[in-house]
């Protein structure tokens, strides 16, 4: 086995060991030390396939967008949508947006720590340009409906339509799920949410459009 193949081999168990640390005890279970004994290697030879411990941390959320996007494609497929293809109609345009709002709450509640870890990390740096285009890659699910939607819309308003809207769904799903504020039941919370999209949904019509220069960014 050669130096870089031997590199890929210890990169990869890593991955592995902090992703199961990840999922079961949150990035506070995330240790160097009891990674380095999980994979049989020395501390310091971490830090030869990763500069530090957040390059380690955006591989494993990297694998976690990556299963949310498998979980909601599959979602879409199953229902006749598919992939980032946009809906036939306004009603499966706007079935389609709960539906992608449900599946995230759902997303929250079986994967609680990958979840959260997403947005717990906090770097000192903006995020490196290959995660951040994957986040930007998931909008497009989102962006699907709301070209059916909004067809008056640029690219870049869709874009910044689609962020809102994952904004809102978030916002509703880390409060229902947060125990120390206002943990609802699952039923409670998804009805809320789509009540909420539902209604965001039927009043995203051109004609509605206060102004179409106000919703560009």
């Not at 939607?149 to 229902?176: C, K, N, Q, Y």
């Amino acid at each position: 086995m050669t130096t870089e193949e031997r590199r890929e081999q210890l990169r990869g168990a890593l991955i592995d060991a902090a992703e199961t640390a990840i999922a079961e005890g949150g990035l506070s279970a995330l240790k160097a030390r009891d990674l380095a004994r999980t994979v049989g290697c020395a501390l310091g030879a971490i830090y030869t396939v990763f500069p530090d411990l957040d390059a380690l941390i955006l591989s494993v959320n990297l694998r976690t967008l990556h299963l949310f996007e498998r979980t909601i494609t599959a979602v879409r497929t199953a229902t006749g949508g598919g992939g980032e293809a946009a809906p036939p109609d306004r009603g499966a345009a706007i079935e389609d947006l709960v539906r992608l709002a449900v599946t995230y709450l759902r997303f929250a509640i079986e994967h609680p720590a990958r979840w959260r870890a997403l947005f717990q990390h906090r770097m000192a740096e903006m995020p490196p340009a290959w995660f951040l285009r994957e986040q930007v890659r998931l909008f497009r699910h989102i962006e699907a409906p709301l070209s059916v939607l909004r067809p008056d819309l640029d690219d870049e308003a869709r874009a910044l339509l689609a962020r809102s809207l994952f904004s809102a769904t978030h916002g509703m799903v880390s409060l229902g799920l947060d125990e120390k504020l206002m943990t609802l039941s699952e039923p409670v919370l998804r009805r809320q949410i789509e009540t909420v999209v539902m209604a965001i949904g039927l009043g995203l019509t051109p004609e509605n459009a206060p102004d179409h220069q106000e919703v560009r960014p």
